[in-house]
């Protein structure tokens, strides 16, 4: 079954950890995606990856860091310096070549 | 920043009832996407427009892509309650950047 994997669907923290979501996708998609959802703001783009071993930021990277060693994992890690971690944070994926972006089910952060 | 800004952020409408989300840029755009979130889901693609003038159909939805290429619109027809949720339009760049919109959260009175 291809798709886009998030795990976990759920996750607490408590303030001051670091935290790692995972985000694997079967697809063969050359990019991947990492958004940041809050209530009335859509979806906000924390990196991106066109190709293995290459990201860029997106407009709010801060706090954020990101691998890309396998074409199908973008793993997402929220540090301690991200003031205001808790939110849904969706992964996506596309193939340049066809442009729809498909997405996960997403992971909602919680830091206590 | 967001590159496109989308209007109404909330929508309310009355079963039956036709209604249109826009979605606005400063710049010349080179494609727009529409996206889907239904309440608690992720979202879910829905159509791409990148020619001038472009009209695309799907059922009770009319999307339309301006002649300047700035703006973008979405019509609802004869509106049904499954047509809660969020609509996003989305830009996507030759770098891959891929930047979305605000999204018009629609609801709907039975």
């Known amino acids: 079954d291809g798709g886009i994997t998030q795990s976990p669907k759920y996750l607490f923290r408590k303030e001051g950890q670091n935290v790692t979501l995972s985000c694997e996708q079967n697809?063969?998609?050359?990019?991947m995606y990492w958004y940041r959802q809050d209530p009335g703001q859509g979806l906000r783009l924390i990196y991106y990856?066109?190709?293995?071993?290459?990201?860029q930021k997106g407009d709010i990277a801060e706090g954020y860091s990101v691998s890309r060693e396998k074409k199908e994992s973008f793993p997402l890690t929220v540090t301690s310096a991200q003031k205001n971690p808790t939110a849904f944070y969706l992964c996506?994926?596309?193939?340049?070549?066809?442009?729809?972006?498909?997405f996960g089910q997403g992971t909602r952060l919680t830091v206590v | 920043g967001q590159q496109v800004m989308q209007i109404p952020q909330y929508q309310h409408v009355q079963e039956g009832e036709d209604f249109t989300t826009y979605c606005n840029s400063s710049?010349?755009?080179?494609?727009i996407q529409w996206y889907k979130q239904r309440p608690g889901g992720h979202p879910v693609f829905l159509i791409q427009?990148?020619?001038?003038?472009e009209v695309k159909k799907q059922k009770r939805l009319t999307f339309q892509f301006g002649e300047a290429k700035k703006n973008s619109s979405l019509h609802i027809t004869a509106t049904q309650t499954t047509d809660v949720g969020t609509y996003f339009c989305?830009?996507?760049?030759?770098?891959?950047?891929?930047?979305f919109g605000a999204g018009t959260t629609v609801t709907v009175r039975a």
């Open positions: 427009l990148v020619k001038s003038g």
């Open positions: 989305a830009v996507l760049t030759n770098d891959y950047k891929l930047s």
């Open positions: 710049t010349t755009l080179s494609n």
């Open positions: 697809l063969n998609h050359d990019a």
């Open positions: 990856s066109q190709i293995v071993n290459d990201f």
């Open positions: 996506a994926s596309s193939d340049p070549r066809n442009t729809e972006a498909f």
